[in-house]
């Protein structure tokens, strides 16, 4: 059994996301990140960089694991699904993960930071970070131009970096033109365990779309990121 310790983000959604498709069965810790309750002594004894998600396997002496990539990693060698291990696919998997954990994810983030949480307008940092995601779409988009999936077969990649891309209008940043992007979003939207998955610990309007909630959202994500 695992432990789920998570939130209604992009990186949060990876995590439910995974457990779906891989049929494992876990327990939902929801971690309200606008609260500060994931810098708790008792969070940061699972997690020390106090980030969701987290994971605590029950089965194996309660280790955790933090690092929304290495939790997708750690889940699929567990099931032995959605990983390869022929070298090659393996290889090209883990890079698609790494090209959204250390692209994807982080421009993205910023670019949400500037554009939708900082009481200034700073255009310049906008710009900047909207279109260098806008870019890795791209290198996406034509990924995705030979190839059904990321990986070649439904992986992992494909769960870490769909969360991401289907905020991409939260970002400010358009998908227009993208043509086989737009395809892969459309086929993982409708896979039955992505849905569920989205759900996780709580519906997304809590966060995201209703004005009120929306508000209280936001001022929760300017206490992180300190403006």
Same mark, same amino acid.
């Given at each position: 059994?695992?432990?789920?310790?998570?939130?209604?983000?992009?990186?949060?959604?990876?995590?439910?996301?995974?457990?779906?498709?891989?049929?494992?069965?876990?327990?939902?810790?929801?971690?309200?990140?606008?609260?500060?309750?994931?810098?708790?002594?008792?969070?940061?004894?699972?997690?020390?960089?106090?980030?969701?998600?987290?994971? !605590?396997? @029950?089965?194996?002496?309660?280790?955790?694991?933090? +690092?929304?990539?290495?939790? *997708?990693?750690?889940?699929? #060698?567990?099931?032995?699904?959605?990983?390869?291990?022929?070298?090659?696919?393996?290889?090209?998997?883990?890079?698609?993960?790494?090209?959204?954990?250390?692209?994807?994810?982080?421009?993205?983030?910023?670019?949400?930071?500037?554009?939708?949480?900082?009481?200034?307008?700073?255009?310049?940092?906008?710009?900047?970070?909207?279109?260098?995601?806008?870019?890795?779409?791209?290198?996406?988009?034509?990924?995705?131009?030979?190839?059904?999936?990321?990986?070649?077969?439904?992986?992992?990649?494909?769960?870490?970096?769909?969360?991401? !891309?289907? @905020?991409?209008?939260?970002?400010?940043?358009?998908? +227009?033109?993208?043509?086989? *992007?737009?395809?892969?979003? #459309?086929?993982?939207?409708?896979?039955?365990?992505?849905?569920?998955?989205?759900?996780?610990?709580?519906?997304?309007?809590?966060?995201?779309?209703?004005?009120?909630?929306?508000?209280?959202?936001?001022?929760?994500?300017?206490?992180?990121?300190?403006?």
């Amino acid at each position: 059994m695992i432990d789920l310790y998570t939130w209604s983000t992009p990186n949060g959604f990876k995590a439910s996301i995974a457990l779906e498709e891989l049929e494992i069965p876990y327990n939902v810790y929801p971690i309200d990140i606008a609260t500060g309750v994931q810098k708790s002594p008792e969070y940061l004894a699972i997690n020390p960089n106090g980030r969701i998600p987290a994971i !605590v396997d @029950r089965d194996n002496d309660g280790f955790a694991v933090f +690092e929304s990539g290495a939790i *997708l990693i750690y889940l699929a #060698e567990l099931a032995g699904k959605l990983l390869p291990t022929e070298r090659n696919a393996r290889s090209t998997v883990l890079q698609w993960l790494m090209f959204q954990m250390g692209g994807v994810g982080p421009m993205q983030g910023q670019a949400n930071v500037f554009f939708r949480y900082f009481d200034e307008h700073i255009p310049a940092a906008i710009e900047r970070y909207q279109n260098e995601t806008r870019r890795l779409y791209e290198v996406l988009d034509r990924r995705l131009e030979d190839v059904e999936f990321l990986g070649g077969d439904y992986s992992i990649a494909d769960i870490a970096t769909f969360p991401w !891309v289907r @905020r991409h209008g939260w970002s400010g940043v358009s998908v +227009e033109g993208l043509d086989h *992007l737009q395809r892969w979003l #459309e086929t993982l939207s409708e896979r039955p365990a992505v849905q569920r998955g989205l759900l996780v610990p709580e519906k997304e309007t809590t966060t995201q779309s209703a004005a009120g909630d929306q508000e209280s959202f936001i001022k929760g994500i300017r206490s992180i990121v300190g403006r």
